[in-house]
C-alpha cells in the first residue's frame, strides 16, 4: 500500500500564493505520473496539473501561467506552485500518482487539502 499525504493548502487573498505538497509513503516500488485535481463545491473533481515520470508538464487551461507541477524522484513528493490565485481556484485540492507497489501498478489519492482564495 501507499499513501499520499497532502499539505500547504490555506487561506490567502487574491493574488496571493500557495504551495502545496503531496508525499508519497508506504511499499513503493516505483513512482509514474503524478498530478494534481481539484473539486469546487457542487462541481466534479477536474485535472489541474500533470506531470510525468520524465518532468513533462501539462495544464488545465485555467491555470496555465500562474501554476507549477513540479517533483522530486528522491522524496517520492510531488508539488504544486500556485501564483496569482484568484477566487475561482477555491476548491479541494487532491494529490493523484500512480505505483508500483509490488508487481502491479495502481493508482492512488491523497485525502485533499482545502484552498480557500478571498476576493
Known amino acids: 500500500q501507499v499513501q499520499l499525504a497532502e499539505s500547504g493548502g490555506g487561506l490567502v487573498q487574491a493574488g496571493g500564493s500557495l504551495r502545496l505538497s503531496c508525499a508519497a509513503s508506504?511499499?513503493?516500488?516505483?513512482?509514474?505520473?503524478m498530478a494534481w485535481y481539484h473539486q469546487a463545491p457542487g462541481k466534479q473533481r477536474e485535472l489541474v496539473a500533470v506531470?510525468?515520470?520524465?518532468?513533462?508538464?501539462n495544464y488545465a487551461d485555467s491555470v496555465k501561467g500562474r501554476f507549477t507541477i513540479s517533483r522530486d524522484n528522491a522524496k517520492n513528493t510531488v508539488y504544486l506552485q500556485m501564483d496569482s490565485l484568484q477566487p475561482e481556484d477555491t476548491a479541494v485540492y487532491y494529490c493523484n500518482g500512480v505505483f508500483r507497489d509490488g508487481l502491479r501498478w495502481r493508482t492512488y489519492w491523497g485525502q485533499g487539502t482545502q484552498v480557500t482564495v478571498s476576493s
Open positions: 506531470i510525468s515520470d520524465g518532468g513533462s508538464a
Open positions: 508506504g511499499s513503493i516500488r516505483g513512482m509514474n505520473t
